[in-house]
């Protein structure tokens, strides 16, 4: 019982833990990252597998010191587009990234949340 206990305790203290941006890159799932919305993307229109079709943007996020290493891509869909502005500051928390063309983008997911200005 109290490895069990021991081991949610991690768990928890783990999802609540913010990383640089540099760290999130190198990671693939149950990223914790608090940032600023530098830039915002055109919205652009994608089929999606499953049939029917999704807006989707991309923005710039930033933090720790701003630089190349701490800024990546934040993949915005659907709602989340209109929500979110250049200058807020979002909280994702257990999102995961994607690779494509050699830059990492990060995404709340199915299974993360994102929050904006908290």
Same mark, same amino acid.
């Given at each position: 019982?109290?490895?069990?206990?021991?081991?949610?305790?991690?768990?928890?203290?783990?999802?609540?833990?913010?990383?640089?941006?540099?760290?999130?890159?190198?990671?693939? &799932?149950?990223?914790?990252?608090?940032?600023v919305v530098k830039s915002k993307?055109?919205?652009?229109?994608?089929?999606?597998?499953?049939?029917?079709?999704?807006?989707?943007?991309?923005?710039?996020?930033?933090?720790?010191?701003?630089?190349?290493?701490?800024?990546?891509?934040?993949?915005?869909?659907?709602?989340?587009?209109?929500?979110?502005?250049?200058?807020?500051?979002?909280?994702?928390?257990?999102?995961?990234?994607?690779?494509?063309?050699?830059?990492? &983008?990060?995404?709340?997911?199915?299974?993360?949340?994102?929050?904006?200005?908290?």
């Amino acid at each position: 019982m109290d490895k069990a206990f021991n081991r949610v305790n991690k768990t928890q203290k783990y999802m609540s833990e913010f990383i640089p941006i540099s760290d999130a890159k190198k990671m693939r &799932s149950g990223v914790n990252v608090e940032a600023v919305v530098k830039s915002k993307g055109d919205t652009r229109t994608v089929n999606l597998k499953s049939g029917g079709t999704v807006d989707v943007c991309d923005a710039i996020i930033v933090n720790g010191d701003e630089t190349e290493d701490n800024q990546m891509k934040l993949t915005l869909w659907g709602d989340d587009i209109k929500a979110v502005n250049i200058g807020d500051k979002v909280v994702i928390t257990n999102g995961y990234t994607n690779e494509f063309k050699g830059e990492v &983008s990060l995404t709340k997911g199915k299974y993360g949340k994102m929050e904006i200005n908290p």
